[in-house]
């Protein structure tokens, strides 16, 4: 069962983990993958802009339903109970929650492949417009080639940058 949440709160890492596995007998394992806003100055040796501010947008509706296609492909490679997305959107600051992909299942193995075949799957197929304010004014990130390998990795092929 795929439960995706889109929406401008924040999230509790811990109160959603422990939903999605509540009175589940069956789970032995959790993995999940949250990913945050940084300020490319802060990585060592990085030469990126200051970000002031990440403004997400998408289609409701839409990227509900696209969502929802990306976990039952992952349910077609994987043996996994289920899995949680949440996506922020609106406008967030560094160190600010973005996204939280989780997956439940009897082993390890199967959790961390469709954790990251979903974040892999999500970071290039979602419909979510991403637009940074820097010192320099805002701008429309394009989507990176190097998401393009991740998601090849698993046999799909796109072209979004």
């Known amino acids: ?3 995706v949440r889109i929406q401008h709160e924040d999230f509790n890492l811990s109160d959603e983990l422990a939903h999605l596995r509540a009175n589940d007998l069956r789970v032995g394992a959790v993995c999940s993958f949250v990913g945050t806003v940084r ?8 030469s990126g802009d200051e970000i002031r501010t990440m403004e997400l947008e998408h289609y409701p509706g839409m990227t509900e339903k696209a969502i929802e296609a ?3 492909e992952a349910h077609r490679r ?3 109970y289920e899995a949680l997305v949440i996506h922020r959107i609106g406008v967030l600051r560094p160190a600010d929650q973005i996204v939280l992909v989780a997956v439940t299942s009897a082993h390890r193995g199967q959790s961390f492949q469709a954790c990251e075949f979903l974040m892999d799957y999500l970071k290039t197929q979602a419909p979510f417009w991403k637009k ?3 010192p320099q004014g805002a701008q429309w990130v394009d989507a990176r080639v190097s998401d393009d390998a991740a998601l090849a990795r698993w046999g799909i ?3 979004n940058a």
């Open 70 to 72: 990306m976990i039952e």
């Open 78 to 80: 994987f043996d996994f």
């Open 157 to 159: 092929q796109a072209s």
């Open 132 to 134: 940074e304010e820097t």
């Open 1 to 3: 069962m795929a439960q």
């Open 39 to 46: 300020d490319t100055r802060a990585i060592t040796g990085a």
